[in-house]
């Protein structure tokens, strides 16, 4: 133990410190996007003032398998564990939580996205939907990224398949929600492999940029498609389960930097995948096992084949994804696995050519989705500047080489991490989207897929009955028209209404017949409120007394279509434009035909959404200094109410908003997530506390069996308490097989009684080793600080500053804090070892830290300015003054590690440290 003296920083200056991180660490909501790919979790982070980084899993991967694990016990199992789990117990372990979203359940006939939810039951433990799994995902990541961030999240953005619809993107919000996550939106995972591609800076802009050209571009926010400076790639992603491409543009401001990244198109087929090539590969070594087993004891024992053996094939499972990645780079992979069944081994050569055979229908697949989406886009194969691969799957060189061959190109352009790029373009629009994080200006217009078009009531004015008795049909008004549509965008509608009425959101059928939405699904049914009760009001309020005409009411709604895809209505208002009739003094000049536009339109409220008040009037402008003239003139003008409508989604059994869970089945699932987690966290804590007391026992134990004469701990007991001791450590190893240490909280009072008993004669060996460091340092230390006090003293005697009395005192306390000390070693020497010591420690630091305490005060006390006449001192002292009196805090700081104030507070942790271990 160092003891340190001197200029202890005021501990509330630290406290206010401590209180102001903490509370920026709870408003901000830090951030993480997740790429919930299908086989694989990525997790990256914004880390405040630093910038986006992966975050790794307690393996230090990069990655994470997406498996979930439930072992008998019910404990749950994450990403390598449920991976090798499942060899054990296949049937124990979930490798398809992404599939399950929005899937429904076999026995239900019912169509998607209405049916029931598929589920997965594990034995012993309970059933679950893709929401609860994802959830689960969603969790794991969050520990992650909590671990490595220091900090608690709260927000999430999550890479999903541009082959997503809206009811599986609205599943994995709902998943982050029960994770307790706020999710910041779902982003395509080629949208963020742009994103990434464009902060990389690889898409610089091509072709014959014309000098300010790009900038005015830029600027002027026109996109057109023969723009010469735009960049256009195509990204292609193949992963577990298909491939998509995506053709994007870039745009490049006059810095060069890319300032948008606009997609043009998303194409994606599901038949390539490396889930379907893995299971090629399992089928090769599930045949080469029953080769290698046909005929032999082993197989008239159990004449089952590997395809009926569930352990066998998650083993072989698992063989073949690694098998399939290393196939990549190599062409051939030995695949050995020891003691598969029945003791017997399997050892088979997979070779890249007889993967690439077998896989040769799945593999011409392969340039489908890059030349559809190309065709979308209307962008000719050889206008692209880079086409880019990515996802695990994209490496398979067979898959590169067709689409090369397709596009007519030789190489990829291989520059952005294929595993990694997806997670850190979704990180940066996740950041760009928080308030807390400033990120650089990048504008990401992504391609939305459908047409949503709104089909609105007509109005049916109350009492009034159609002569037909038929209702008429619909008004159908198409909001985004997929072969323009882009997310974020919005778009006002408007049209005449007397009365509430309903509106129906829907996505429409894919006009091409091509597209993969054949059919038309109703989004939302929405009802618009209020509309008559402002006509009600505005008619009450009189304010038609001076009318002209009726008043026309118009109801403007905008549609927001964000950037996850959802649809929400963003503002509902309605507008009556009043014509009304104003008399005021016009001037007229004298002899001139400048009347001409005093009369105002009376059309003016042709396009109520765009109108503000309109006054139509015209001044008579000229003033020519000539005889004027006036007249009282009647003008109309247009006062145009608004007043903003309430917006209902109503619950329709069969749109798609509906198929979203309601707040109670969110809580329903965040209470059967929480059940699972307490217990997980509670099976934690009881092998923490087991891991403890069981650490405790064997460590004292060695002590008190190897204590020897001359030892501190053998000097301060005696042989009857040793042996006491020893048996009081038996015991309590004993007591851990006992019913009782099954809880948590015996186990830790357990430890508490044991540590109690055993800690005194271990703490009175602590004191016996430490003690005469500390009284030695004690002693230098209280010299020093006396010395140091000498020259602070005389510089105030000097200028007269007054204080004298102050560090007359301050000797005082030195005097008597050395007595004290002398006092205590005194009494310490008449007291037998095993005796309770007289003095701690702990009571040296104390009186350390009076000391050093006044010592501050001093050190910071005023001194009286020099004598205005420069006295002619002696230049090496007024030089050591002025150094210590400048400012204490910092001259200590600097003057040699003993006077470190940091250090001293450090020192103090680590002491309280050890005081509350001895304690246990
Ligand atoms: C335009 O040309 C001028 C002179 O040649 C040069 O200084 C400037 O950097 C150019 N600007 C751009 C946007 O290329
Ligand atoms: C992409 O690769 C092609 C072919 O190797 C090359 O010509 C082109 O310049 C590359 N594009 C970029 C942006 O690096
Ligand atoms: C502090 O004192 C040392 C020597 O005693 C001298 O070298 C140094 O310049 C002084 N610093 C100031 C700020 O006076």
Partial sequence: MVIRFYALRPSSAWLSLVCIAAIVHVCVANLMAVDLGEAYIKVAVARPGKGLELVPNEQSKRKTPAVVGFTTDGERLFGDAAVAYAAKAPDRVVFNARKLLGKCATDDETPFPFCRPATVSIKGVGEFNGVHLVAMLLAMARRHSVEALGLPVKDVAVTVPSSFDAVRRAAVCDAAAVAGLNCLGVVNANTAAAVKYALDGKARALGTEQNGSADKKARSKKISKKDASAHIAL???????????????????????????????????????GDAMDELLVAQLADAFDEQRRGTPEFSEDPRFARDLPRVMARLRKEARRAREILSANTERLVAVASLHQDMDLRVVLTRAELEKAAAPMLSAAPKPALRALSLAGVPPLEL??????????????????????????????????????????????????????????????????????????????????????????????LFDAATAHMPAKKTISFSRVADFELSLYFDADASGEGPFPQRTLYATIKIGDVAKVLDKLDKQGGSKKTASKPTPRVALTFHLDRSGSIRVGTAESSVDETIVVEREVVVKKKTKSTESTSASPAASADASTSTSAAPETEAKEEKKEEKKTRMEKREQTVVHRHALT??????????????????????????????????????????????????????????????????????????????????????????????????SNLVAKLKQVSTLVGGVERRAEERAGRPAAIEQMRSGVKEVLARMDVIEKLHKERNSGHEKKFADFRALAVKSLKWLDDMVAAQEELAATAEPAFTRQDITDKVEQMARAAAKLAKLELPPAPSQPPVEPKGESATTNNITADSDDKADSGGADLDPNAANADLGAKLETGTKDEL
């Fill in 385 to 478: 500047a880079a086409v880019v691969p990515f996802g695990g799957t994209a490496r398979m060189p067979k898959i590169q080489s067709l689409v090369l061959d397709a596009l007519g190109r030789a190489s990829m352009n291989k520059s952005i991490n294929g595993d990694e790029a997806a997670v850190m373009g979704t990180a940066f629009f996740a950041a760009s989207l928080s308030s807390t994080y400033r990120v650089r200006k990048l504008d990401v217009m992504d391609r939305f897929l459908r047409s949503v078009s709104v089909e609105v009531e007509r109005d049916t004015p109350s009492g009034s009955v159609f002569s037909s008795g038929k209702r008429r049909a619909p008004q159908n008004i198409v």
């Fill in 235 to 273: 990204f292609y992603d193949v992963g577990a389960s298909g491939a998509a491409a995506t053709v994007a543009r870039f745009h490049t401001a006059s810095s060069g930097a890319v300032s948008r990244v606009e997609v043009l198109s998303h194409a994606w087929d599901p038949t390539l995948g």
């Fill in 647 to 744: 917006v209902n989604y109503v619950a329709a059994p069969d749109s798609i908003r509906a198929a979203q869970m309601s707040v109670e089945q969110l809580a329903a699932a965040k209470k059967v997530l929480q059940k699972l987690e307490d217990a997980d966290r509670e099976r934690a804590e009881r092998s923490d506390a087991l891991n403890a007391l069981e650490g405790y026992i064997l460590s004292a134990r060695s002590r008190f069996r190897e204590a020897e004469e001359g030892d501190d701990l053998y000097e301060v007991s005696t042989e009857e308490q040793r042996s006491s001791l020893l048996a009081v450590l038996e015991e309590a190893e004993d007591w851990m097989f006992s019913e009782e240490a099954e809880k948590t």
